[in-house]
């Protein structure tokens, strides 16, 4: 069983920034597609970015696009994700997903592996 664990999250006023981390004990995920997915209160969960294995691509959802980077570094098998200018509208629980595939995706079917969340409030 891969358990992601995610750190970071907290309450920040808008305009600030936060950097969320995700880690993997036991489990290697230097082969596979990483994502970040966000639930706000009675809202779906919804993507907001991906990145291959190697970490040469990178895919956001137009929401954050400018705002957001999701990064990672497999040496110390941690994926990131700084967020910038935060609204109000960021506020959510902040998933980090896994996928047994390598590459950018977006939907959330394509993550086999998946975290159990952060809270990012954001206060206006």
């Known amino acids: 069983q891969v358990h992601l664990e995610e750190s970071g999250g907290g309450l920040v006023q808008a305009g600030g920034s936060l950097r969320l981390s995700c880690s993997a004990p036991?489990?290697?995920?230097?082969?596979?597609?990483m994502g970040w997915f966000r639930q706000a209160p009675g809202k779906e969960r919804e993507f907001v970015a991906g990145?291959?294995?190697?970490?040469?691509?990178?895919f956001y959802a137009m929401s954050v696009k400018g705002r957001f980077t999701i990064s990672r570094d497999n040496a110390k098998n941690t994926l990131y994700l700084q967020m910038n200018t935060l609204t109000p509208e960021d506020t959510g629980v902040y998933y980090c997903a896994g996928s047994r595939e390598d590459g950018v995706y977006y939907a959330p079917y394509k993550y086999e592996y998946w975290g159990q969340g952060t809270q990012v409030t954001v206060s206006s």
């Open positions: 036991g489990f290697t995920f230097s082969r596979n597609g």
């Open positions: 990145i291959n294995w190697i970490g040469s691509t990178t």
